[in-house]
Structure formats: C-alpha cells, structure tokens
C-alpha cells in the first residue's frame, strides 16, 4: 500500500501542474499570434481548446497527489468547505502562483519577443465594451460552472473516475462564452502568471482575483450544503 503524498510532494504537483497548465494555455495565445489573417472566431476556439486540454491533462496528471488543483480560487474554495487543511491552501497557493510565473517566464525566454508583446503573452485583457464590474461579475459565473464541475468530478467522493477531462471541457466552454470579454482567466495564477513574468499590470487587474475567488467558493458552498451531505 502506498502512502498518503507528502504535503512537500503535493506543493511540487501543484507548481508543476499550474506551469504546465499555464505553458499552455498563455503559450496559445502568444502561438496563434503568429497566424496573421486569422479570423476572431478561430482564435477564440484555439484559445478554448489550448486551455481546455491543458488543464485537463495538467488536472489528470496530478490528480492522485495534489487533487489538482492548479488554481488559487479553487484552493481557496476548498479550504472553505475544508477539504484542504490552512496550510495546505497556503503551499497551494503559493506553489500555483510560482509555477505560473515560471511559465510566463519560460515563454519570454523561448518564443519571439514580436508575438508575445502582441498578445500580452498570454494574459488575459478586458474587452474595452466591457466594465471592471461586469468582469468581475463575468469572472464570477464563469469559475462558479468551473468550480462545480471540479467539485462534482473530483471532489465529491461520488465522482466518476474520468480524471481531469470534464474539468477541461468546463474551461472550454467557459473560454467560449466569455474568453472575448474577459479573457476568462478563472484563475488568478492562469491570469496573473504572464503579468508578473512582464511587470505589467492593467488597472483591471483585480478583476481576476475577486471574480474568480467570489464563484469558486459560492459553487463549492452550493454543492456542499445542496448536493453533497456536510456530514461526509
């Protein structure tokens, strides 16, 4: 029988997860910037499937060591209902937003200059018909589908053994709804990894981090105390 991971063991699975996944999902965004005469629409889709099966291969590939967390909110969110201990949530959070400011640094060092000063290296932008306030209420709904799906799928003890794939479809369809509005980020390190990479941060910067942290914990309180039994 193999032992529980190390709460050590775990602070690595996060910041190798959260850089992969971040690897990925800003390194699309810098790629596809090399498409020219590419139509909104198809980068848009690029975007949501780049993101989309980042993380459900970063999520799947840390799933039995971390619980795969990959994202502040959702450590926050957990910590809430607690299904993470106080330090546990600290080690994630810290680890999460580490490993994603190694991945906007790897893109700095590995792709042309040309493409990621184009497309902020992969950091998400508010649309300029869209206010502070509707994004952070858009970043809100968002996480809130993420956060549920990632509570029903890996978390609740019920949850079907599928790995990470549903997590990603969730982010998919996300980045599809409003990934022309907000970015649709979900995730303060997916967000802020690229902006500490560049020491760049827009006025709205805060968005990403209410919005996200707001819906993470409202869908893992509704599915707490509405779906699953507090008593488990």
């Known amino acids: 029988m193999s032992s529980s991971p190390t709460l050590s063991e775990k602070f690595r699975a996060e910041l190798l997860g959260t850089f992969i996944f971040v690897l990925v999902g800003a390194g699309s965004a810098v790629g596809t910037a090399s498409l020219a005469g590419a139509d909104s629409g198809s980068l848009l889709v690029a975007a949501a499937l780049a993101n989309g099966i980042g993380l459900a291969v970063a999520v799947t ?50 792709f042309p200059s040309v493409l990621g000063n184009s497309s902020n290296w992969g950091a998400p932008a508010l649309n300029s018909g869209v206010s ?43 980045v599809l709804v409003a990934g022309n509005l907000t970015g649709a980020a979900m995730n303060p390190a997916r967000a802020y990894g690229p902006m500490i990479a560049t ?13 996200p942290i707001v819906g993470a914990v409202l869908a893992a309180l509704a599915y707490r105390y509405f779906i699953e039994s507090p008593s488990e």
């Not at 209420?137 to 968002?142: D, H, P, Q, Y």
Request: proline share 4%.
């Open 61 to 110: 590939a840390t799933l039995k060591v971390s619980g795969g967390s990959l994202n502040p909110a959702v450590s926050i969110a957990l910590w809430t209902v607690r299904k993470l201990k106080a330090k546990e949530m600290v080690a994630y959070f810290v680890a999460e937003i580490v490993g994603a400011t190694l991945a906007g640094a790897a893109l700095i060092a590995a």
């Open 132 to 174: 502070p306030l509707q994004g952070i209420a858009i970043e809100t709904l968002m996480t809130f589908v993420l956060m549920f799906v990632i509570y029903g799928t890996a978390v609740d003890a019920r949850a079907p053994h599928v790995g990470g794939i549903a997590i990603g479809l969730a982010v998919l369809a996300d």
């Open 199 to 211: 020491l760049s941060f827009p006025g709205y910067w805060y968005i990403y981090t209410i919005g």
